[in-house]
């Protein structure tokens, strides 16, 4: 490839994954941070790392964790409605992180990002920057970067003698944008960047919401050369010196789960004339069999004579570990107009990169393949709860049973045989509301599918009855603690989660006590009281509820349940281990298993 060609090839974090040489990417999303954090408040984001204070710290470093950066978009990033956004110039992002060590070798990091942008008024004199709230996408990213950047070693682990006593400062820095514009503050407000001094605990160069009638600083020049080699564009004319363009933006999803594709509609219709002839171009969202035939007639369409290829790449991520598993895939599924074909150089090239078997199919299978496992998935939760309700009617125990299910080679030891409270998250349920209309349309009895969307509506009445005949039924005005908000573990996410739903139901009849290791604000009007830990939300309460898999929560606190005035504990995910776990005195309920009092 020469000089003046370059590729747009984005990995998990918005680095080059593919061909070698200066990339210039343009960033429809921020790939798989757009996947990690959902669309919800996110004021900080709390991670506890087994690594050492210095070994974090200059981790962050490494991933110029401080820098100021352009923001490409702003839509799927910030708390802001559309209309919000149109009005809204030139973004750019800064990462204020705050790291404490929690012990030899365990240390908290706390991110919060500070998005900034130029809102430019009719009346000159009331332009001015505005900061716009980060819905959590971009501090999740930076603490799944981080997770991999340990986990892979690449911190430098023979840190001299004098880095210790360097762990609690820090060093005066200059944050540097990834884009340095030749255009001057008047005609293109910068954002103004500061190091904090030494002796201070927060990393966090200010990002600048100058006074109107100060001058704009000009951002300081790249401090890396890894900085100094990527240019970020939120101009689609950028993409005319791109061999190969992955769109991989989420879909949101409506409250009854349907998806909305017009935002990925919106972003590949102002790309298309852009694209440079011979190129590619990769959808990686989840769209419906059908889509990305219908995209590749419109590329055809508008632009005839351009040769653009068109492929699909089935996205199969996971919230909690959405990054290791797009650097360590099981296989990558391909969708072409033609398999047979070999796939386009620079492509293909990318994706041998992974390590892991490539499997082309035409664009309808691969489509279908993405659903196809989600629809396994949640037929094995439901598998799991009916059982597990089997269990509990005639003596059995269902933790007896899964190692037996595990150790055959037709169900497996990573099976999605786990009782809960039903799939939540609304990926699951989006792809089985996909497969229902689309099995309608076409004429497919979809009882299957109804009878799986059913069940997991009716698995929360599983919680309601164990609190109405142990708990509300017994006490006035009981108070509840609560561990876990999150949909699930090793992320902040609460979209449809059960929680949530479960201390909604709770309001007016019991005072709730919530604590979640990373979910500190979960939305307006939550009839509960956060609090700190596990341990404050337990005193004086009638009934513990688990319902957020965190591996915390798998063992009872060190004094056990004294505190609370009635000690029962209902599991509602099947964390906590009683074998294990010392119970005196305590009514443990759990899914799948008789009463243990």
Same mark, same amino acid.
């Given at each position: ?7 747009? %090839? ?15 990417? %343009? ?45 490409? &978009? ?29 012990? $030899? ?11 900034? #942008?130029?809102?430019? #008024? ?21 603490? =799944? ?13 023979? *840190?001299?003698?004098? !880095? ?9 820095? !200059? ?29 966090? $160069? ?9 001058? &704009?600083?000009?951002? +300081? ?5 890894? +900085? ?8 689609? !004319? ?9 769109? +991989?933006? =989420? ?7 349907? +998806? ?58 996971? %919230? ?19 398999? #047979? ?20 199919? &035409? ?49 497996? $030891? ?46 929360? @009445? ?15 005005? $009981? ?45 307006? =009007? ?68 008789? *009463? @243990?009092?």
């Amino acid at each position: 490839m020469s000089a003046r060609r370059q590729s747009c %090839f984005e990995g998990s974090s918005g680095r080059a994954v593919a061909a070698p040489g200066r990339l210039l990417l %343009f960033l429809f999303v921020l790939l798989i941070s757009a996947n990690l954090a959902g669309a919800q408040d996110a004021d900080s984001t709390d991670r506890v790392y087994k690594h050492r204070k210095v070994e974090v710290e200059e981790a962050l470093q490494a991933l110029n964790a401080y820098a100021t950066n352009r923001l490409p &978009v702003l839509e799927g990033f910030v708390n802001a409605n559309a209309s919000t956004i149109a009005k809204l110039e030139n973004p750019h992002y800064q990462l204020r992180v705050e790291i404490e060590s929690q012990g $030899p070798n365990q240390t908290l990091v706390s991110i919060v990002a500070k998005i900034t #942008a130029w809102s430019a #008024a009719e009346d000159a004199a009331r332009s001015q920057y505005v900061v716009i709230p980060s819905n959590g996408r971009l501090e999740q990213d930076m603490l =799944d970067r981080l997770s991999v950047f340990l986990e892979k070693g690449n911190v430098e682990r023979s *840190v001299d003698r004098n !880095s210790e006593g360097r762990a609690g400062s820090t060093t005066n820095r !200059s944050a540097a944008p990834v884009e340095d514009s030749a255009a001057s503050p008047a005609s293109s407000p910068g954002v103004a960047a500061s190091g904090k001094g030494a002796g201070s605990s927060s990393h966090s $160069p200010s990002v600048g919401a100058p006074p109107a009638e100060s001058p &704009v600083d000009r951002p +300081s020049a790249p401090t890396s050369s890894s +900085s100094a080699s990527r240019v970020n564009s939120a101009d689609p !004319s950028a993409l005319a010196t791109c061999d190969l363009v992955v769109v +991989s933006r =989420d879909i949101p999803t409506d409250t009854e789960n349907g +998806s909305d594709p017009a935002v990925v509609e919106r972003l590949i219709e102002a790309a298309i004339p852009h694209l440079r002839p011979g190129s590619t171009l990769v959808l990686m969202s989840q769209v419906s069999p059908g889509a990305t035939r219908a995209l590749a007639e419109r590329v055809q369409s508008l632009r005839p004579d351009a040769g653009i290829a068109v492929y699909y790449w089935v996205e199969t991520l996971i %919230f909690g570990s959405a990054v290791e598993r797009f650097l360590k895939p099981e296989r990558i599924i391909v969708g072409a107009a033609d398999p #047979a074909r070999p796939l386009p150089v620079t492509l293909d090239a990318g994706l041998r990169r992974f390590g892991c078997p490539i499997l082309p199919m &035409v664009y309808e299978s691969a489509e279908l393949t993405k659903t196809a496992i989600n629809l396994y998935l949640f037929g094995a939760v439901t598998y799991a709860n009916t059982l597990a309700d089997l269990c509990e009617a005639v003596g059995a125990n269902w933790s007896e049973m899964v190692p037996a299910l595990r150790l055959d080679r037709r169900i497996g $030891p990573a099976a999605y045989i786990r009782p809960s409270l039903g799939v939540a998250g609304g990926n699951l349920e989006r792809d089985l509301v996909t497969l229902r209309g689309l099995g309608q349309r076409h004429g497919v009895d979809v009882a299957y599918v109804d009878t799986l969307l059913a069940h997991n509506a009716r698995r929360y @009445r599983w919680v309601q009855r164990q609190l109405e005949g142990r708990v509300l039924d017994r006490t006035g005005r $009981p108070v509840v603690a609560v561990w876990g908000l999150a949909y699930k573990k090793n992320t902040h996410s609460t979209k449809n989660s059960m929680a949530l739903r479960v201390i909604e139901n709770l309001r007016g009849r019991a005072e709730v006590r919530a604590y979640d290791p990373l979910v500190k604000q979960p939305g307006a =009007d939550v009839p509960a009281t956060l609090v700190e830990s596990r341990d404050a939300a337990l005193v004086g309460a009638d009934c513990l509820l688990i319902l957020t898999d965190w591996d915390e929560f798998a063992t009872p606190p060190d004094a056990g349940f004294r505190s609370m005035r009635r000690p029962v504990v209902i599991d509602c995910v099947g964390v906590m281990d009683p074998r294990r776990a010392a119970l005196p005195g305590v009514e443990y309920i759990t899914m799948g298993r008789a *009463v @243990r009092a």
